[in-house]
């Protein structure tokens, strides 16, 4: 082979590793969207062509509401306990573990829990006997909870005061 | 992870410009391995370039209407892989047919197997809606996995090198337990994911470890039982580690208990001392493992260290850029085109050129292992985990092997080593990892949830007092 022939196939060589690497880098740069874990990011904003598409992709800011600070059991044996809310979420039932105990012989051992979320609550039931109501329809996935409206569990009313 | 929020982009077009990448680095790999040695595009440089070319186009179509939101990297990721192990079992061809003109080349009937396996995951993939479907057949596929185990030890078998784990089919032969891992996988994850509760509450506890009942051990003590019936009646090392490995995997993923992990490592701990104790073959492989550059084990007859020092002299060779692809002499590894190719792409691509291969490797696995956190059943997750566990499994185990890190077995490179059936298995399983990945990345079907909020909420601060009537 010609010298010159020769300095082609080196350096078609040395372009081959180059490319592996440029096929490795690009994949890796394909999937950076996903190293950002927990959070919303930037990249994931959708443009105004994905919106038109789908159009529940936009983001309605949230309504101004005031936030609920305490839980109140207005109705059932407890009438009248109060308990501050911090960020943690609060299991309700009969169980000891939870964060209210309930004496309501129709309540179930861990019956719901209430989480916070973003500024706002959610109630969900945990697959109990009798079922969580809110606002007087029965649970079947979290919902969120607004302050003064009423949750059900058993004899037990409980609603979140700001 | 699953909360990861981020807008649904389905995101093929992507897919499409690391595919046309990964389709180049095949061909440019097919064409460097044939200079100097070969008319440039030759008929096995089309035969590669248009089966790989138009077969993925084919299966990115397909994702396109059938599982739009699918992971972009995992096909172009494969395709490369497929194509630098094509171009260099030909450019191992090419050696041999220099010493030996009547040899009878192997590419070409890979590139057929390529073109088949792709194909069959394409049809998986048209088929195969949706994974869960697979769970109904959780015990169908026990049956399957154990008859495809024995198949081998039928008159069907044949035994080659010392291992009957090949049948022979009309036109060839046919590795069963490639994808019988598949099947036990689907086992595994059907049978976990059902009594997965069960196996994770019942039990003693002693000291931090939770020991599980020993009713529960049964599924541990098939899986084991498979493992060393592999290694006895099949004399095959690598698939035993592979099925045992798949199952510790499995339980451990589906239980997060490290009792399981200890449990079967002194199960496993006894089967190699067992093993080791009773066959010829196993205690050999460890001997020219740990002396392998001693002479006397390095030219012994049957289990001699030949072909895994040759492999090193051929990875020291090509340091750390490599001869550069045909410049170098992988050929005179024994079965460098299938138990040994990663040592012929070492001597050739040199360091820089088999870190990127692992790394390929990596991010396949490592979207099999996100595909499985992303989606929500428990059924997806294990078998997602499962099936890219093996691939994982065996790249360490043959790399580890090559480069004597462990004892060399023979496992075959996924989607690089020649042999028909393991490329089938493999193209198999990235077809399921896409279709786990698609339903990990769709968007709900379901209504957004604001929009089904009940009005009698009072979002906007109606007065509460008639909403507290509805209760009574």
Redesign the interface.
Known sequence: ?SEAGELT??L??????I??????L???G??R??L??????K????TAR?IRK?P??VE?PP?A?AAAHRLVV?EGPLTGTTLDLAASPILLGRAQEATLVLEDDYASGRHARLFPQGSRWFIEDLGSTNGT?????QLTRA??V?P???I?IGKT?IELRP | ?S???????S?RT?EL??LL??L??AV??NY?AG??REEPFGDYFWSQAITLGIMSLFIHVILRVKAKYAD??IL??VV?LNGVGLAMIHRLDLSAAQVNPDFVQVAPQQVLWTAVAMGSAAILLIVLRDHRILRRFTYISLIVSAILLLLPLTPLGLEINGARIWISVGFGTFQPGEIAKITLAIFFAGYLSTNRDLILLAGKKIGPLQLPRFRDLAPMAAAWLVSIGVLIFQRDLGSSILFFGLFMVMIYVATSRVSWVLIGLAMIGVGVFVALELFSHVALRFDSWINAFAPEVYDRAPGGSAQVVQGLFGLANGGL??T??G?GRPDLVTYANSDMIIAALGEE??L??VV??V??YV?LVS?GI?AALGTKDGFGKLLACGLSFTIALQCFVVIGGITRLIPLTGLTTPFMSAGGSSLLANWLIVALILLISETARR?APS??M??S??E??????KP?KS??E??R
């Open positions: 082979m196939v080196t078609l060589r040395f372009g081959f590793l490319l592996l690497w440029i096929l490795v690009s994949t890796v394909a999937l969207r996903d950002v874990v927990g959070r919303r990011n990249v994931g904003t959708p994905e789908n529940e992709l309605e309504p509401r207005t109501y809110l606002a007087g329809a919902l969120p607004e003064g409206v009423p059900r009313v | 992870m909360d990861v929020l981020t807008v649904p982009r995101r992507i410009f690391l990448l990964a180049a680095v440019g790999a460097l200079i100097g972009p990297v172009p990721i490369a850029i490599g550069g692809l410049a691509l040199g820089i050129g990127a291969i790394m390929l991010l979207r996100r968007p209504a957004p604001k929009d909020f009940p009698a909420l009072g979002v906007s601060g509460k909403a507290k509805t209760t």
